[in-house]
């Protein structure tokens, strides 16, 4: 059974800074492409930023020059460090793995993350 569990999500002023993590069990985690999306309310889930097993890095628009997304394989962790934030990044941020090989996609509960003005 392949769980994902997020954390570091919490309440942060406009400007300020969060690190999110993904700590993934149950499953080689270098074999996986990782990511992380979120939804605010109201809104449909948006990819924020993905890395593949390979380090391959890729950003929405919005999450460019600000976010970083890394993974640290021999931790099976993901993480998104996350600056500058803005008032429209608050969301719930889930963390995503996929397989495209073997046709699986796994997602965690999500971290909530607020941006005060």
């Known amino acids: 059974q392949v769980q994902l569990v997020e954390s570091g999500g919490g309440l942060v002023q406009a400007g300020g800074s969060l690190r999110l993590s993904c700590v993934a069990s149950?499953?080689?985690?270098?074999?996986?492409?990782m990511g992380w999306y979120r939804q605010a309310p109201g809104k449909q889930r948006e990819l924020v930023a993905s890395i593949t097993s390979g380090g391959k890095t890729n950003y929405a628009d919005s999450a460019k020059g600000r976010f970083s997304i890394s993974r640290a394989n021999a931790k099976n962790t993901v993480y998104l460090q996350m600056n500058s934030l803005k008032p429209e990044d608050t969301a719930v941020y889930y963390c995503?793995?996929?397989?495209?090989?073997?046709?699986?996609?796994?997602w965690g509960k999500g971290t909530l993350v607020t941006v005060s003005s």
């Open positions: 995503n793995a996929r397989n495209g090989y073997i046709g699986v996609d796994y």
């Open positions: 149950g499953t080689i985690f270098s074999f996986y492409d």
